[in-house]
């Protein structure tokens, strides 16, 4: 059961990212966050340390035989990283009937706002990247702040605001991982609500890291 849920978040993050993780232009050369992905060559790849070798192997392993995940692991963990660039645009969906094409996403994204997936869950972002909020009356849970501090001021806050929420009420902020485009908009959003952050624990994240993001960080695969 955990490895399902833990399955289904890995997917749902990738879908959005997709618009994820899912059919966007290659990003500037810059990278998402202002920094060049730092992916292995091919040759790197190949012959990888034993301690990224591990992890390659429990990404697998965590794969298994699910069709989902045994997609994704062949997309994402490879040298190219498979969604850091122009594979986005042919990731495709696995096995769905009928066969659906893949499509990019459109460059530059396009803002798509907040949208209410039930109750008090929902998404804001953009085709290329986004963020989850979670709203109670003790508070709410941000996880993800998007690419940068522009992101999380243009649209994540507007967008909470337009739908009739209170960013301020903000208490937690989440990040699934270190990459800027879950952490970008994290300072801006700490310094307007005080809010407390919170990173998901680093062994997870490395063991899941093929499956769901692709060895973009050069810990799946640098020699």
């Known amino acids: 059961m955990v490895k399902r849920i833990l399955a289904g978040i890995g997917v749902s993050v990738v879908a959005t990212t997709l618009a994820y993780a899912q059919g ?20 790197q790849w190949d ?9 390659v192997d429990k990404a697998r392993a965590i ?22 660039n122009e594979d986005r645009a042919a990731v495709g969906v696995p096995d769905s009937e009928p066969k ?22 929902y998404w804001i972002g953009n085709t290329g990247i986004g963020a989850w909020l979670i709203t109670s009356n003790d508070g709410y849970i941000l996880f993800d702040t998007m690419n940068s501090e522009a992101d999380a001021r243009d649209i994540i806050v507007p967008a909470i ?3 009739n929420l209170d960013p301020m009420k903000i208490k937690y902020l989440v990040f699934g991982h270190h990459h800027f485009d879950h952490t970008g908009g994290g300072e801006y959003m700490q310094r307007l609500t005080s809010a407390k952050a919170v990173m998901v624990s ?22």
Do not use: W
């Open 24 to 43: 966007q232009a290659p990003p500037p050369a810059g990278g998402r966050g202002g920094a060049a992905p730092k992916l292995p060559t091919v040759a």
């Open 161 to 163: 605001k337009k739908l």
């Open 47 to 55: 012959a990888m340390s034993p301690k990224a070798k591990e992890y």
């Open 202 to 223: 680093s062994s997870a994240t490395v063991i899941l890291h093929c499956v769901f993001v692709g060895p973009s960080d050069g810990r799946c695969g640098r020699a």
């Open 100 to 121: 659906l094409r893949p499509y990019p996403a459109p460059s530059p994204p396009k803002v798509i706002g907040g949208q209410r997936l039930f109750d008090n869950f």
């Open 63 to 84: 794969a298994g035989k699910d069709p989902d995940l045994v997609f994704d692991f062949g997309i994402f963990c490879k040298a190219s990283g498979g969604s850091q």
